[in-house]
């Protein structure tokens, strides 16, 4: 059974710096691994896609890597900002198009 | 805009009592899921279709059900409530089988069983 892990669950940063949020995965047969944003309250929207034969992924100020191999997957947030204070989930995609997701990352940004 | 809906956004039931919770989207997707989140749980798979008439059970389909009439809506009732119940659900669809799309999520139905 494909266990996604992620830590820290929480994470507190002064604006400016560069958030990393950590996602490792234990079962390497994936189609691919996606970051998702979720903020309080609301659903969840879909940040980065990185498909199992890519290595990064990047938009913006987010660069996503992946290496299937170890079981592991790394979202970089470059210059954090106030706004980007939200949780980060990582999940990862099996036969089926079918998610299985990490517990989270709650990531402050303090002005 | 294509998107997907969720009603109610908040319901409040006893325990026992049969419940349904809405999902319709306009993307004309195939796929549609349905997931809860709990503390200490993360999001977990109830149920999902990949077209009309297609349902599946996900990893906690136990007292749930879903029926799949038109591309647009999946439906999810919990039976007979329980307080386990008590959750924020979540509903998604996506284009395609082979992996390469993303799901997109709807806002989320915040359940309650008293």
């Known amino acids: 059974k494909q266990e996604v892990t992620q830590i820290p669950a929480a994470l507190s940063v002064p604006e400016g710096e560069n958030l990393v949020l950590n996602c490792s995965f234990t079962d390497s047969a994936i189609y691919n691994l996606q970051w998702f944003r979720q903020d309080p309250g609301k659903g969840l929207t879909s940040l980065l896609l990185i498909q199992s034969s890519q290595r990064e992924q990047t938009s913006g100020r987010l660069n996503a890597s992946l290496d299937k191999s170890s079981g592991r997957s790394t979202l970089y947030i470059a210059a954090s900002q106030p706004g980007d204070s939200a949780t980060y989930l990582c999940a990862v995609t099996a036969a089926g198009n079918k998610l299985t997701f990490g517990g989270g990352t709650r990531v402050l940004v303090k002005p | 805009d294509a998107e997907i809906t969720q009603s109610p956004r908040h319901k409040i039931t006893e325990t026992g009592r049969q419940v349904t919770l809405a999902c319709h989207q306009t993307?004309?997707?195939?796929?549609m899921f349905w997931y809860r989140q709990d503390l200490g749980h993360g999001l977990r798979l109830i149920h999902y279709s990949y077209g009309v008439q297609d349902t599946n059970k996900g990893e906690v389909s136990d007292g749930y059900s879903v029926s799949r009439s038109n591309t647009e809506d999946l439906p999810l009732t919990l039976e007979s409530a329980a307080s386990s119940q008590t959750s924020v659900y979540f509903c998604?669809?996506?284009?395609?089988?082979?992996?390469?799309?993303?799901?997109?999520f709807g806002p989320g139905t915040r359940l309650l069983v008293l």
């Open positions: 998604a669809s996506s284009e395609g089988s082979g992996g390469l799309e993303t799901q997109y």
């Open positions: 993307w004309n997707h195939n796929n």
